[in-house]
């Protein structure tokens, strides 16, 4: 925020992260345009069209990649082609879809695009990893009152005379994600990544359906890394979420305003079908004790 | 600084750490005064008094308890004291120093003290470690443009409501230090290894009068937790550095203006006697060889 935006940010929010986007501008002083569709739906390149076209002074839009907390994907492409025409920055939170799904950062034109290293790419906790377009740089370098740890210019500095990184960093998830990325490869690449994120996530849907249940996202727009499963009427979420536990699996509550409808099952990290399959019985017998 | 300082700052520096303070004083806006007295010496607690009495209006002052780049610590009861009298708040870089020395937070009152997983307490890098006190607390709820991620109420509402932390930290290194913890207590607690850095330290020392080398710092004021010494004439830190790198050990080159003039042994975390003398009798022969 404080490299890039002097007064005015358009956040699209899909659920609780988006939210949180918002609430981190807000605390650095800027002023937030909201485009909010209905819990569930993604955001509509003519919505975000339309919000830019009456809201010509934002510098900047926000966009949660993956909504993690109702288990929805934007439809990047065009929603960074609309910003884009628009001629503002794009910055994309991709925690939950960086490692799981393509992102042509460059290609597309995402000025600042980051992530972490606990999600898709299945390493422990503890570092950020983001990419930085020259633009808003340029920006950083003519900011002022940016404060110290997040300044895009310390960073590139340290970067460039070799000296790595201007604070001592989480150096074993530096090592794991080195590792990570070292076995995508040897495994055949990014692509067979992707698709074994698509092809996990198609068997947890297909055996969800099997289960009489539904997802909570509209179609078409499901996350390929997380599931947001509807209860069954009259069940609360958590306590499938509880009764998974006692069994040994760790799926994740709903979150936020859809903490008791729902449930989720992520799909992150080194899972092997079999825990799947597995998994899905288990939630079949949950069910039927209901 | 953004939570707890409005306009001005006294930054008491004795070498590179202390200059990063008060580069993010900066950076953050606030105005900086500072008290620096030539490299090696220890801030005064008269000098320090002196300054804040020509200058009543700064609010808070950031001491670097154990300045690491010149193996130097400062006198923090009597410099906290002085500070007290002032009314002034108190920010403590102890990321040398906690765990290798004794610091009575609360009793002292120290407003902000930090520190981090990979000094003393020996876990690897990824994790910072802090306390605030009521009246720092207290200055954050109504301070303005703070932005979010060092926002000390956003980590407070968390904790308070039993939620942890606001974002997913640095699991591995929290497991870490939480086992660091245990074997401390378990082996007599924060006393026995305070001791055991004193008695590691002395022994690094006497090894290196020994050897017919000198510490850089005032006598007095040496640090407990790392040795900054006098490269002998004519040679460079650096050379007896990379020699003892050849030889299997990591010591640390000088550091900022110290660079050259300088090597340092650092004596923090998992570090047995015997390895101690190995070393400084390979300091010995690497001294006798140039």
Redesign the interface.
């Known amino acids: 925020?404080?490299n890039c935006v002097r007064r005015k940010i358009l956040c699209c929010i899909n659920g609780s992260f988006g939210e949180r986007f918002a609430?981190?501008a807000e605390?650095?002083?800027v002023a937030v345009v909201k485009l909010a569709p209905p819990l569930g739906e993604p955001i509509s390149p003519e919505n975000l069209h339309d919000m830019l076209s009456k809201n010509p002074d934002v510098e900047a839009v926000a966009l949660t990649h993956n909504e993690t907390s109702v288990g929805l994907i934007n439809p990047l492409k065009e929603l960074v082609a609309t910003i884009k025409r628009h001629d503002k920055l794009v910055f994309v939170d991709a925690v939950s879809s960086m490692g799981g799904t393509e992102i042509k950062v460059d290609e597309l034109g995402i000025d600042v695009c980051f992530s972490?290293s606990?999600k898709c790419f299945g390493v422990?906790?503890?570092?950020g990893i983001g990419s930085v377009s020259e633009q808003a740089m340029n920006l950083s370098a003519t900011a002022?009152?940016?404060?110290?740890?997040?300044?895009f210019k310390v960073w590139e500095e340290d970067q460039k005379k070799g000296r790595g990184t201007p604070v001592?960093?989480?150096?074993?998830?530096i090592a794991g994600l080195n590792t990570a990325l070292k076995m995508i490869q040897r495994n055949g690449g990014r692509k067979w990544y992707f698709d074994l994120y698509k092809e996990r996530n198609q068997r947890i849907r297909i055996g969800i359906e099997h289960n009489g249940l539904s997802t909570f996202p509209r179609k078409g727009s499901e996350s390929p890394t997380v599931n947001c499963i509807n209860a069954p009427e009259g069940v609360e979420g958590g306590v499938i979420y509880e009764k998974m536990r006692e069994k040994g699996f760790e799926l994740a509550e709903g979150y936020g305003p859809l903490k008791k409808r729902t449930f989720r099952i992520g799909n992150m990290g080194y899972i092997e079908m079999r825990n799947i399959d597995l998994m899905l019985r288990t939630l079949g017998d949950v069910l039927t004790s209901l």
């Open positions: 925020m404080r609430e981190v605390a650095n002083g972490s606990q422990p906790p503890g570092l002022s009152n940016k404060g110290w740890y997040f300044d001592t960093p989480a150096i074993p998830q």
